[in-house]
């Protein structure tokens, strides 16, 4: 679960357009990511600081490991994030990204590891139960449904999401990247309903897409890479 002061550093960073940022100890260093406009990397030892261009991401096929790569004239900054408990030494909170961070300015042989704890910036109040009311141009009435409207619920701290169709439960894996939401494949059951064809419309919407997302007085909106809008509301 978010500590209180985790969640207003993530207000802080997300108000400041920060989509990933890491921290370690001994010695204190820091790091922020800002996917459109650059890393900026500051410590307390002679690498003082390290500012380049947004870093080219490369996946591991194989693992939860995420590498972002810049170089600039001055230098070359290497950003390694493995999924994984990562707890700082100084606060004990508990975060849910190991951070690896390589410098080399170009003057130097060798580059200087720092390890330390990292999170992606989300928006916490995407942690709750919502409930789907607008699909593209309808908007969708409890009625229509056998279990009522459709439900999405993120779990943020273990990137899941699960829910339910308005006939069948779904679950699945959900990746979360500044304002942008990843659903992965959703597992569901299989129970007969009356209005399956909106099932297998909202499981195809939803199933391994990505979607821009916004929150505003307990109104979440997915919008996908057509332009499609989805609306939901929180519950009480």
């Known amino acids: 679960m978010l500590t209180n002061e985790a969640v207003m550093l993530m207000r802080k960073k997300l108000d400041q357009g920060i989509d990933f940022y890491a921290f370690g100890n001994e010695p204190s260093w820091s790091l922020d990511i800002d996917f459109e406009k650059g890393m900026w990397f500051t410590s307390l ?4 600081e390290m ?5 080219r991401e490369d996946k591991a096929q194989d693992a939860d490991v995420t590498r972002y790569f810049a170089q600039t004239e001055a230098g070359t900054l290497i950003v390694t994030v493995l999924r994984g408990e990562c707890t700082d030494a100084m606060s004990r909170e508990r975060l849910p990204f190991k951070a690896r961070v390589d410098v080399k300015r170009s003057s130097d042989g060798d580059y200087t590891r720092f390890e330390g704890c990292g999170r992606y910036v989300m928006d916490s109040r995407l942690n709750d139960i919502w409930v789907l009311t607008l699909f593209g141009d309808r908007q ?3 009625r229509d449904f056998r279990n009522g409207l459709p439900v999405l619920e993120f779990h943020l701290n273990d990137n ?3 829910g339910s169709t308005g006939c069948n439960q779904i679950s699945g894996n ?3 990247r500044g304002s942008n939401i990843t659903i992965g494949q959703l597992a569901t059951t299989r129970m007969a309903c009356p209005n399956m064809a909106f099932e297998q419309e909202f499981l195809a919407a939803m199933t391994n897409k990505s979607f821009q997302y916004s929150i505003d007085a307990g109104r979440l909106m997915l919008t996908d890479d057509n332009g ?6 929180k519950t009480d």
């Not at 030892?45 to 003082?48: A, M, N, P, R, V």
Request: aromatic share 0%; hydrophobic share 45%; charged share 25%.
């Open 45 to 48: 030892t002679d690498l003082s």
């Open 140 to 142: 969708l009435e409890a």
């Open 160 to 162: 899941r999401v699960v």
């Open 228 to 233: 499609m809008v989805m609306e939901l509301r």
């Open 174 to 176: 959900v990746r979360i």
């Open 51 to 55: 500012n380049t261009p947004p870093g």
